[in-house]
């Protein structure tokens, strides 16, 4: 079973606090992660490629969800605080690293008077100059996904229904993932399989839309990178969703929480040892 990384939203208290729990070291003798680890007032965890940091947004608890969050902080294992990576006025949402380390793609929405335009946004750590890609059409209430090789993002369109559409990053081209309803999908990491949930189901299929199989309730799912594991949120009861595993053919489904609170949003570690994950109460 997975340990788990809590990236905790409180109702209460708008302080985002230092991290907690002992230092671990990996095999390598550097510093990683302890399971158990709470970051409060915080949503949005990410990996970096080294698994040796975690990106989040800090959220107000107290100004309520319509605050947009503008900032992108990061926090290294064994440290006592988060350093600020970039604040961007319009917005900062599902902040992920690219694979190379130095890039950050994150969504930020534009408001233009009657409506909000929606970008995603490549930032460069060492100071080269952002890159923009519009994207049109995007359901915010789903976060986007990105590939395991780092070339797109999956996101959830409302078209008469849900749909999945990938943006390429290198040059702003978009095309449909799956041929029928899906929301909050996500690429296997050899891109061969999509897993995405539709009406509180989770399924399966192939890239090209083939083979679809139905691996039972659950929504919001995320591959381990052996791409043989695919973490999920399913509601069990009336307080909110928990976390569960299930292998890809379907076999081997457990629960990896068991909580009353809110628990989505699984972020699994480089290694495939841990998983961070957003739990709202």
């Not at 409506?115 to 995603?120: L, N, R, Y």
């Not at 100071?127 to 996904?145: C, I, M």
Request: proline share 5%; charged share 25%; hydrophobic share 40%.
């Amino acid at each position: 079973m997975f340990a788990a990384i809590r990236i905790v939203v409180l109702a209460v208290c708008c302080v985002l606090v230092g991290c907690g729990g002992d230092k671990g070291t990996d095999t390598n003798g550097g510093l990683s992660f302890e399971a158990g680890l709470v970051i409060e007032n915080a949503g949005s965890p990410a990996w970096a490629p080294d698994g040796k940091s975690l990106l989040f947004v800090p959220v107000d608890a107290a100004a309520g969800a319509a605050e947009e969050p503008i900032t992108i902080c990061e926090i290294a294992a064994g440290a006592t605080r988060a350093d600020t990576v970039l604040v961007d006025p319009s917005g900062a949402l599902f902040p992920k690293y690219l694979p190379d380390g130095r890039h950050i793609v994150y969504l930020r929405t534009v408001d233009v008077g009657d409506h909000f335009e929606h970008d995603v946004v490549i930032h460069d750590l060492q100071g080269g100059e952002p890159v923009v890609r519009h994207v049109p059409d995007l359901w915010t209430d789903a976060r986007f996904q990105l590939s395991f090789d780092g070339t797109e993002i999956v996101y959830t369109v409302w078209d008469d229904g849900h749909r999945l559409r990938a943006l390429r990053l290198s040059d702003g081209s978009i095309r449909n993932v799956v041929p029928f309803e899906a929301d909050n999908g996500s690429l296997s990491p050899d891109g061969d399989w999509v897993a995405f949930g539709e009406d509180g189901t989770l399924f399966i299929c192939t890239a090209e839309g083939e083979d679809l199989r139905v691996l039972g309730s659950g929504g919001a799912p995320c591959w381990t990178p052996d791409g043989e594991t695919i973490l999920f949120s399913k509601w069990e009861r009336e307080d909110g969703p928990d976390l569960f595993a299930i292998g890809r053919d379907g076999s081997n489904r457990r629960a990896l929480t068991d909580d009353a609170v809110y628990e989505r949003f699984a972020e699994v570690s480089p290694d495939g040892k841990q998983a961070a994950y957003t739990r709202s109460a």
